[in-house]
Antibody, heavy 119, light 107 residues
Framework: QVQLVESGGGVVQPGRSLRVSCAASGFRFNGYGMHWVRQAPGKGLEWVAVIGHDGTYQNYVDTVKGRFTISRDNFKNTLYLEMNSLSAEDTAVYYC????????????WGQGVLVTVSS | EIVLTQSPATLSLSPGERATLSCRASQSVSNHLAWYQQKPGQAPRLLIY???NRATGIAARFSGSGSGTDFTLTISSLEPEDFAIYFCQQGSSRPLTFGGGTNVEIK
């Protein structure tokens, strides 16, 4: 069965960096695009970034462009999100999600990892 | 950016009743719309994609309709496990965006 397991969250000071990971199993990882979606505490969902199946295509929401980098290692079946210059507005649960197809929707989600930006 | 507006914000119903949730887009998204269910402390779950296609394993009581700017998610007869928050999401253009959610609560 499809499994996505995030890790690497925690408390980080404003302006610092953090990398979260998502380990995938139960499907052919290198055949799917992958996304990061975040949810601030008590708020709605915000799409953050997408990466193509082979890593050659990335796209970001404007609020993280230039600060966040999505990447993947298809040998390790792992998705990453490198987050730099973090601010309180980046505090959220970060979910990795598999692309259903054509970059439009998300058919499987991880359980999420909490990133808290605070001094 | 396409803005999705969901209504109502809260829907108070009893088990067995029919739920009708609305999602309106600020511009046409054709049929590139999905619905997700989220329960407290859990990740969202895909229910409907391309406006009317049920995702794998989703019960037949969930149905979606609409195109262009106006969409509806219908739960024909609410089961106890259906009380949750429902989000719509457009896949027509980047950035992908979500509606603010409808909380379906027990009356």
């Amino acid at each position: 069965q499809v499994q996505l397991v995030e890790s690497g969250g925690g408390v980080v000071q404003p302006g610092r960096s953090l990398r979260v990971s998502c380990a995938a199993s139960g499907f052919r990882f290198n055949g799917y695009g992958m996304h990061w979606v975040r949810q601030a505490p008590g708020k709605g969902l915000e799409w953050v970034a997408v990466i193509g199946h082979d890593g050659t295509y990335q796209n970001y929401v404007d609020t993280v462009k230039g600060r966040f980098t999505i990447s993947r290692d298809n040998f390790k079946n792992t998705l990453y999100l490198e987050m730099n210059s973090l601010s309180a507005e980046d505090t959220a649960v970060y979910y990795c999600a598999r692309d259903l197809g054509k970059g439009k929707f998300f058919d499987y989600w991880g359980q999420g990892v909490l990133v808290t930006v605070s001094s | 950016e396409i803005v999705l507006t969901q209504s109502p914000a809260t829907l108070s119903l009893s088990p067995g009743e029919r739920a009708t949730l609305s999602c309106r887009a600020s511009q046409s998204v054709s049929n590139h719309l999905a619905w997700y269910q989220q329960k407290p402390g859990q990740a969202p779950r895909l229910l409907i994609y391309d406006a009317s296609n049920r995702a794998t394993g989703i019960a037949a009581r969930f149905s979606g309709s609409g195109s262009g700017t106006d969409f509806t998610l219908t739960i024909s007869s609410l089961e106890p496990e259906d009380f949750a928050i429902y989000f719509c999401q457009q896949g027509s253009s980047r950035p992908l965006t979500f509606g603010g959610g409808t909380n379906v609560e027990i009356k």
